[in-house]
């Protein structure tokens, strides 16, 4: 379930996977964390397989998303 503090992705032509990753880069994710998915740009990693570094992340949404750059999950 997409929750009441999830950013709308429709302006930037994203939408979110409605189920949670189980962890991020081997470790514990908070409960409520989704992945972006962008029509025209997959991620190279899903979050359990992530090999982006803790500060490999992109702001989007004039700066109220954080999302990994190798897997997309939201990080704000």
Not at 3 to 15: E, V, Y
Not at 36 to 57: K, L, R, V
Request: net charge negative; proline share 12%.
């Amino acid at each position: 379930m997409i929750s009441d503090f999830t950013p709308d992705l429709s302006s930037i032509g994203s939408i979110w996977d409605p189920f949670p990753p189980k962890h991020h880069h081997g470790g514990y994710i908070a409960p409520g964390r989704l992945v972006a998915h962008f029509p025209d740009h997959p991620w190279p990693y899903t979050p359990e397989t992530c090999q982006a570094g803790m500060c490999d992340t992109t702001w989007y949404l004039n700066g109220e998303l954080l999302l990994c750059n190798g897997c997309g999950v939201n990080g704000t």
